[in-house]
């Protein structure tokens, strides 16, 4: 179930990957919808590679990680910040993890608390890694709109996030 999953990227953020890149060529931001679209590959190209892994290296979850954020801030127009905060002593290159294991989370945090802000002040999305003892911490952090007030736009619209469940 959960290599189905990883083997497939949700159609909405696809769609609205491919509108946007028509947009910038509709408003001839030529070099705008290159950028875009190079990154957009480059993150299609990676989670499918990904998605034949049981486990990856934590370098190469957070190098998908940084495409899938990079292409929302653009289609967002730079509404947020994003930050990686990882201790010097961690060796995410030898440290593995199923691939999209974080994925969800941040997905989360841009679409139900750093969108729904609505200009009221600029978004902040962190992530924030600890080792003890032979496990690994992960701490997704954002200055959104919180919980209960996102609920409020959630109960308007009936998905069900499979990628959460199965995580």
Not at 8 to 25: K, R, T
């Amino acid at each position: 179930r959960l290599s189905a999953l990883q083997a497939q990227m949700n159609p909405h953020f696809i769609f609205n990957s491919i509108n946007s890149i028509q947009n910038y060529i509709l408003d001839k931001n030529e070099q705008q919808a290159y950028d875009y679209l190079s990154k957009f590959s480059k993150l299609i190209r990676l989670v499918l590679v990904n998605s034949r892994q049981k486990v990856i290296s934590l370098q190469d979850e957070l190098e998908t990680l940084r495409l899938y954020v990079d292409l929302e801030k653009l289609r967002f127009d730079h509404a947020f910040d994003f930050n990686i905060h990882l201790p010097d002593n961690l060796a995410a290159q030898e440290i593995m993890i199923p691939s999209m294991l974080i994925q969800p989370f941040v997905e989360n945090a841009i679409w139900h608390g750093l969108m729904n802000l609505k200009e009221t002040r600029r978004g902040q999305l962190s992530l924030y890694f600890e080792t003890t003892d032979q496990q690994l911490k992960i701490i997704v952090e954002d200055n959104g709109v919180g919980r209960a007030y996102a609920a409020q736009f959630k109960s308007k619209h009936v998905h069900q996030s499979e990628g959460l469940n199965i995580t």
